[in-house]
Nanobody, 125 residues
Framework: VQLQASGGGLVQARGSLSLSCAADGLTFSRKVVGWFRQAPGKEREFVAAIRWTNSNTYYADSLKGRFTISRDNANDTVNLQMNSLKPEDTAVYYC???????????????????WGQGTLVTVSS
């Protein structure tokens, strides 16, 4: 299973960026797909997750209202729309998957079994 995170880049503060996570070799149909990020010198932190079967979403409290996770049925991708970006959002963003049956919490990295390579988001001030 290979996950591909894409869409990162350089954006100015208060700008927006959309990330996409695609899978090669599996479908997201019975999965939870999560986004995490890791800034230089910091631990990986949970951003958001979506349960594909019912579209239930989960967010880091600090990011609610600015970030939106969604699924794209047609393309079998999970997207992360990031608005009102701040320099502190600068990080490598990773997508990851875990089986849908996995119980909460879904906000910890160890709950996920497959990871993509990450895409760098840089927010300039």
């Amino acid at each position: 299973v290979q996950l591909q995170a894409s869409g990162g880049g350089l954006v100015q503060a208060r700008g927006s960026l959309s990330l996409s996570c695609a899978a090669d070799g599996l479908t997201f149909s019975r999965k939870v797909v999560g986004w995490f990020r890791q800034a230089p010198g910091k631990e990986r932190e949970f951003v958001a997750a979506i349960r594909w079967t019912n579209s239930n979403t989960y967010y880091a409290d600090s990011l609610k209202g600015r970030f939106t996770i969604s699924r794209d049925n047609a393309n079998d991708t999970v997207n992360l729309q990031m608005n009102s970006l701040k320099p502190e959002d600068t990080a490598v963003y990773y997508c990851a998957v875990t089986p849908s049956w996995r119980p909460p919490p879904l906000t910890i990295a160890t709950a996920y079994v497959s990871w993509g390579q990450g895409t760098l988001v840089t927010v300039s001030s």
